[in-house]
């Protein structure tokens, strides 16, 4: 069965703060991992990726603010948030594909809430 379980947010980060959140994977082999994420009243989007290479991927409106992580020894990936802005207040969820089959998994989500 496959798990991804995330840790770090639920709190309040003024602006310009730094936040980190986690994910921890079992259950599969995967490929790319990521973090999306979901504002109120908003499609989810993609944060920023990361292949089993290290190769990272990232949306334009965190780029040099955000950074990704990833073990793959330990299946987890990390999301280090810097600068953050009102606007980055979202659920964010972390993302998983499996190897061979390209399913996505997801997590539950984790509330990142930025505001003076």
């Known amino acids: 069965q496959v798990q991804l379980v995330e840790s770090g947010g639920g709190g309040l980060v003024q602006p310009g703060g730094s936040l980190r959140v986690d994910c921890a994977a079992s259950g599969a082999f995967f490929s790319i991992m990521g973090w999306y994420r979901q504002a109120p009243g908003k499609q989810r989007e993609l944060v920023a990726d990361?292949?089993?290479?290290?190769?990272?991927h990232y949306a334009d409106f965190v780029k040099g603010r955000f950074t990704i992580f990833r073990d793959v020894a330990k299946n987890t990936v990390a999301l280090q948030m810097n600068s953050l802005k009102p606007d980055d207040t979202a659920v964010y969820y972390c993302n998983a594909r499996a190897w061979g089959n390209g399913v996505d998994y997801w997590g539950k989500g984790t509330l990142v809430t930025v505001s003076s």
């Open positions: 990361i292949t089993r290479e290290g190769s990272a």
